[in-house]
């Protein structure tokens, strides 16, 4: 039973890290995604530099909730520090993911928060996507990964944002990272920010203003699809 | 032979919302396109957030002209009151579209109207592509999906554009909708709107004035190929 | 003979048309391709507002040098008149493009020359990529097509340009018109031109200045490769 | 033994360039990859203007190491002196890689060195991107692709580059070379460096400065990757 649970939660997760090159979110090896299963107390995540094409459910690696491995026989992606800082100050996470994609990467190296620009990105964020401070010379000497987490973290409670109504970030100078419930969600939260921060550049060549919509208009928009009264989709019982 | 026209109607609905995906204009379950046959009173559309891939004709929802379900499985995508105030207001129209596609949406999110800014524009639009005000506040709040339809109405009679002669617009903040006679020519506005909007885009890129070409020159392209006097394409006899 | 000698110059223009959609240079009917055989004292041309898929060797449209047509089925490209008033010009040209092809087209409507930013540009031309003049009221109201076939002559006259070496032009407010000895050859101009549009747009953006590169530079280049001592390929003999 | 071995020297040039059309790095027969092996005395370079659709080994042309022909049927690449220039400098070259890869071209007609904006590019390159003087009259005039090779050499010279750490460089006017251990890390570097030039462009574009990042954050992510004490990735005896 448990064995059964562990082996969907590893399939789950590889499927998630082939999600992204599917989707053009990442080249060779970049990128990775990872997921907690809080009941089993296991985190799994991509390996380290190990190429999508023929990845393997043996070849997910399993750690605990403090990254200690767990049998396994190749080693985590490097950026795992900042996975588990996520999953450790927000518990109801399930899947972080981290990419280089094109446009999300672009606005992490204007290191500018990217305003809500119009309802696409209020569909999916409720206010901007924020971007973190460059990391300081002491952050990147010791625990580099786990102090990108630790910044994430810091800046979302900072800006007092709730994980799942900003489901990304722009780490400074580095790239974007996304999360959801699930490492599905949060693989769909990385598609979404790439097209988000795509509008957002065009929106800028076009003569658009850097500027957010108004309030009333987010709203509307993150409560009719994820509110209490939401009526986005279909009802729960349509069998979709 | 009613039910067979039924038939009909409800698999160009289908086939029209597939080739919003083919064409690269939507992004998993976003954008919608709907059909009017005002014979039968009947309104066609997508199901909301139901993903393209597998869409079956009964997966389709019927409406009356106001909006009310006719016996169908699934709700009708959330903005079909758009739709709706669009086909009130304007009896030519016989299929509408709405996406989020990228550089209209962009447009959109900019809030400025596209110009006429060469032949290939001239060629679908006799003038610029419009966009409405930003909505209000109480626009909002109250009936949001029939006041963006709204929007768009009062915005087509203040300019004084006839809807077949000025197939799209740009919902400020929002996104594009389009319409034609049917369906399939409503998705082909759509696809053309958006080649418009990247071509403004890169226009501007490359050093271009965001100015209308002479009047001349628009009405000669808009008119070769849709007025009285067309001499583009094939005669009707030709069996093309 | 001459009957075999026709079928395969019309498989050529068939051939060289539907190179346009596989290389991404036309959207739905858009675009068109001719060739003249003067020998033959033949022209022919893509048909009018026929899509491309499927299209067979007797859709494509004969017609005599002066575009009296020669037992065709179906209409010419509307655009016939100006590809005529090309091969009028110039002798030495056997195949001639127009499409609304994205980069160009954008180029077009900025209506701006293109100078010789690079190396790759200096490979194919031998100076900028010029301009027209917009075509004033008169030139638009009567003859349209032949007026737009006669200013780009007119352009390339005055700026003595030889065509073989300036194998495209930008129609002002329009798009892109190129050429070739052959139908092929016009419709390798059409490919190149577009990405020599698009390396300068990108140029522009990564903050270059809209200046050419030196003289000796474009003539090392170019005569590379087209100069009577060009060393670039293989000796005719290698059966290449 | 030594039959085989050249094979499969041969092979590995044939498939580095095959590459390249893969990654949508050139058109037509744009671009080439040379290989020296140093043992054997020999270097490998694509032909010249040979399409990549049914390249062979046997079309695959051989020199030594001052590039006089090796029994080939076919004229090598006229870019060869310009990857000779990089070997005779650099003994720890194996392979090098000559595009005009979209962004990179960009990058090198704007004639400026890109700066490490983020640490995407920090991953890869030791510093920026470097650029080449524009070449003189006298480079251009006699031994021109040598000359290109010459001023290759002196800039990273100049600028105390390692090439292994520094595996590209934009020719300015011209286009990006780029260079490894082997002809497969010199298409590997060429396939970094345009999506690095991209990434730069779109930084621009969202605002952000053309100003590098840190030197404690590049140094970071340079050698977590290349350093002595590299942690990215699998340890060399995990099968990978």
Redesign the interface.
Known sequence: MLRKKLKSFIESVLEANLRLPREGLV????GNVSAADRSLGVVAIK????PYAGMKPADIVLTDMEGRPLES???PS?DLPAHLALYRAFPELGGVVHT?S??A????????AVPC????HADYFHGDIPVTA??A?SE??RD?ERQTGEAIVRTLRRLRRKPLECPAILVA???PFTWGKTAAAAV?SA??LE?L??????????????KP??E??LD?HFL?KHGANA?????DD?G?
């Open positions: 080249f060779g090896t970049w390996p380290s530099g190990v026989r190749l080693n490097s280089h094109t446009f990467a672009a606005a992490a190296q204007a290191c500018r620009l119009g309802t696409t460059p990391l010379r990147v000497s580099y100078q580095h790239g769909e598609v979404v097209q921060c795509k509008l957002a550049a065009l929106t800028i060549l076009l003569g658009g203003r850097w919509i108004p009333y208009l509307k009719r009526y986005y989709g279909q009802r349509s979709r």
